[in-house]
């Protein structure tokens, strides 16, 4: 029987249902596994997504793009296969695709974590024959402390600079852990504030039901604003940029799961750097590959080649899934170097 | 150990030199005397001979961590750096222990090279469990020997200097030379008596900042000393009580490996620090630094080096004088005394003659002279100036002469340390010979951080074999490649040699083709003075 998916020039394809699955080139037919930008591109006749990320995508593809939704679990048949879209619990709308042919069944994780986040549906774990899961965090280096834990060392940091009467610059991808920030920070110790392109998703996340403290968008604060004591929440991308003089003194941070590595971390040009990660680390990765029932594993999207030699080692059929080098698009993907691939994190 | 490991947890995680400052002076005023010497000792780069083979704790580490040994190197290479991968990669501590840092390494650190593998893995098992990941990265890093966290000598003087309240110089100095870490030793730091107990002590080195601009921008040439710039070894002679010192600027004490000089030495007047450069010297001219390396790098010395490479010590600068510390007085000062007293001394010390110049085009024009008499050029230095403790601003300059450039291509690419340790950062460049690109050079200084990205991105991509670290990536980006000095050398596959090599420029303008040639580089080596060490 032939393979319900293959990868084409577009990015990963399934014959059987004439779709693709989170292509890099405009399609005639695209699913969407979530909206960011390594996922996400712009130009497709149609999109189909879940309903709770149709919004999101909708900024990030533009108001032209037709995007179709179904509920999570909601079974939908294309062609000859049936399509089904999972909580991956990544950032708030993302999917893992499953895909079913006469009993057959490949799930696509696209991003994933199965660690807590307030923001968005915890992962649910769906069994299939091949799994094509990401390895972002492929390595067993990555062992992410419990996200309460970072939150503690985040606000223990805001009430430092606080003390010191000082602003705290929190940096962060403004899709998905930006929100998760603000989810988990505790709102009493000070104002917050966030960059204009975090305060039009918080909206949309609000909009879905997710519970996020008050914000105040900078753009709106007066120019004789204090911003001492506060915490401004900003997209990685407004590092070293004049926006951030209005601030006055203060103390900047990077949150992100590279910063697990000192290396990274020293490497960025801020004053502390947090683990939280919106991806699997390498025990969960291993977990849910190893619950999903999989025989198959194909590897995509990070760490390839280790995680495929160790998951063949140690019984598995496993082989690389070669993607586009599509690191540095835009702001939600990570300009770094601990990151060949490029993607969020 | 767990106040050590907060505190090199606080001078990782801030880039603020006043929180620095503030976290190590909070520890030193906590901690118990000897924790806090042990604490000095590592933060001012010291550390113990080799402990452990690194590829002992490599297999061990990946061992009790249970991943295959592939796996381990793919992540050390990930990392860059191995304590802290193993740090890393372990399972979460069992126990918890409150052992003092001292203990940790009086009791098992400094116990390692004593014991054989079987023993040394059981200590290490052992340790590992009681230590949660910060205190396992860095008691990795005091075995690996790479303990190194970004706090500068000067701000560890001063937060001790303020921790101690006394003026920063005084801690400098009694942190010179040779000394273990002990209580007794860091009460003698911080106590307001003056001891005289140390008489072969030197002083902290002034060091010079490059010249940048023109010296016009310096002012009145008539306000500035100018001398040759010496290449050899700076050094210090000392002699208090009859007892003398000659001191490398590594605080290494070197009196034994230069035995033509201690001889003058002992012929100094009583109570004197004199600052200058130790240069292999034969009939009236310095030799080239290569051949004083040679003799460096012998363990014995011989009857026929020291005849081949005589050494001599060109004195500059006076640091003490009848047994007081005159390193505040104005250079100008200080040099008279010098002169007075090196006049009395035997050869093998001379004084670094002042190059005179009616203006500083004259000066310049003299400053052509330096590849011909050896030397790196000149150094300025401000006649009012004081002798400063480290590189300051502003007094000493060097103006070296223009280095030579060859364009070469990058072939080899390795990951970096430290703070570059996830990127790709060191190089090495091929130059054409016979239709092929022979390496000829390694660097990795001179890019911005920008360009480090890009070649990085680059080297990920264009990756065609790998030999463990290393990338062997596809000739196509050619870069300027400065350096210094050029010679003749049997240990390099293209035959040559050259020093302090960096990349001056990223020339995106050249194809390979245009890149330099063996030929065309050994036709530069003609214009250099011979070396007829080979
Ligand atoms: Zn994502
Ligand atoms: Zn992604």
Redesign the interface.
Known sequence: MPDLLVTTPSGLYCPSGDFHVDPWRAVPSAIITHAHSDHATAGSARYLTVDEGAKVLSTRLGPEALIQTVRYGEPIRIGDVTVSLHPAGHILGSSQVRIERGGEVWVVTGDYKTAHDATCRPFELVRCHTLITESTFG???Y?WQHPSKTFAEINSWWETNKSAKIASVLFSYSLGKAQRLLSGIDASIGPIYCHGAIERLNQIYRDNGVLLPETIYVGDASRKTSFAGSIIVAPTSARGTPWLRRFGEFSSAYVSGWM????????R?????FTLSDHADWPALLDVIQTSGAERVLVTHG?VD?MV??LN?NGWQAAPLHTE?R?ELDETSE?S??N?EGSDS | MKQFAALYACL?????TGRKVECLREYLSHADSVDAAWAIYFLSGRKPKRLIRSTDLSQWGAEV?A??M??FE??HE????LA??IA??LPDPTIASHMPLHQWVTEKLLLLPKLDPTSQKELLIDSWRQMDRIER?VWNKLITGAFRV?ISQALVIRAIAEMANLPPAVIAHRLMGTWEPSAEFFNGLITHEIEDADLTRPYPFCLAHPLQGSPEELGEIDDWLAEWKWDGIRAQMVRRKGVISIWSRGEELVTDRFPELAPAASELPDGVAIDGEIVAWKGDQVLPFSLLQQRIGRKTLGKKILESVPVRFIAFDLLEYEGVDIRERPLAERRLHLEKIVSESPDSITLSSVEQGGSWNELALRREESRQRNVEGMMLKSRQSTYGVGRVTGIWWKWKINPYTVDAVLIYAQLGH??????YTDYTFGIWHEGKLVPFAKAYSGLTDEEI?EV??FV??NTIERFGPVRHVRPELVFEIAFENIQLSKRHKSGIAVRFPRMQRWRKDKPIGEADSLESIRALLEREPADDSS
């Not at chain 1, 697990?260 to 490497?267: D, L, T, V």
């Not at chain 1, 040009?269 to 750097?273: H, K, M």
């Not at chain 2, 990930?78 to 750096?81: N, Q, R």
């Open positions: 390595l067993p280096i062992r697990q590595i000192r290396g990274a971390r020293r490497r040009a801020v004053d502390r750097g760490f280790p030699r160790w080692e080098f690191g300009p170097t601990a060949p | 990782d995680e801030t880039t603020k961590a991943v295959p592939w796996l793919e992540c990930s990392v860059g750096d802290e991968t890393l990669l990265l970004g430290g703070r570059r340790a996830s990127l990205r990085d991105r990920r991509q």
